[in-house]
């Protein structure tokens, strides 16, 4: 029986690789059938306990489905998403037999692939793979793969989410003593609290970070200050201040966002022209105020 269907798979693989070659009558491979026969194969080599070949085959399936370019990705027609389940198919695989580097780098390969039509899948995925690598103690790769996520819930507005993610994430630079990432991380969670309208978690990010190794003092660190105690006091201009200075401002896309866009409860989402104005008070410091808000109005792209 396991010989018979280590044959049928070998027949599709044929099959598949037929419909690859080109010639004077056929310019471009068919690989929506080539992804087809691959899915045969690898379903029989799965029936014959070939597991190994089983993911590979998987593997190429999705690797077909995703070089046909008449499949736009956004399409009602996409087989984007059929690519990824087999990518995790094949990655179940890659664990079972063991080899779980692989199966991260896969899952963070079929996240990149899927992000532009489905954050919420990128999300799964990037954790799924940040999840192997920890178990490996590779937190260095798992960090990274936790960023993404974090990023991604926070454009998707899932803040509750994206905070505990970002804690995560903080922990494991702390794990590996990368203290300015730490410092980093606690500014996106001071940003993310108080747009949830959760001052006290905000301010608690803050305290905890004093016992970081260099933090308290740090630029980092006074900007947070800052800005607390502007939003407690409903300070519009101080709050403008901190979350339009360069240190907010140019932090990834998803974090900028949240600073440039942070209102004091009550305020009504005014500031005054002033609060830009550099210190000395320049000529001309109101107009170049208003010529920055005109530039990040609505978020940096």
Known sequence: MAAQKINEAHEHIAKAEKCLKTSLTKWKPDYDSAASEYAKA?????????????????????EYHTENKTYPLCGPSSKMPEAIQYIEKACMMYMENGTPDTAAMALDRAGKLIEPINLEKAVDLYQKAAGVFENEDRLRQAVELLGKASRLLVRLKRLDEAAVALQKEKNMYKE????????????AQVLIHLHRGDF?????????????????????????????????????????????????????????????????PGGGGKKKK?????????????????????????GLC
């Open 200 to 264: 006290v978690a905000a301010d608690k990010c803050v305290r905890e970070s004093y016992s970081l190794p260099g933090y308290s003092g740090s630029e980092d660190c006074v900007a947070m200050e800052t800005l607390l105690q502007g939003y407690d006091e409903q300070d519009e201009d101080q709050v403008y201040r901190v979350c339009n200075s360069p240190l907010l401002k140019y932090m990834d896309n998803d974090y900028a966002k949240l600073a440039i866009s942070l209102r004091v």
């Open 274 to 298: 002033a609060a830009a104005a550099p210190q000395g008070g320049a000529s001309g410091a109101p107009a170049a105020a208003d010529e920055e808000e005109d530039d990040y109005e609505g």
């Open 42 to 62: 690898a379903v029989c080599f799965k029936n014959a306990k070939q597991y190994e070949q089983a993911k590979d085959a998987y593997l190429k399936e999705a």
């Open 176 to 187: 590996i003593e990368n203290f300015p990432m730490c410092f980093k991380k606690t500014t």
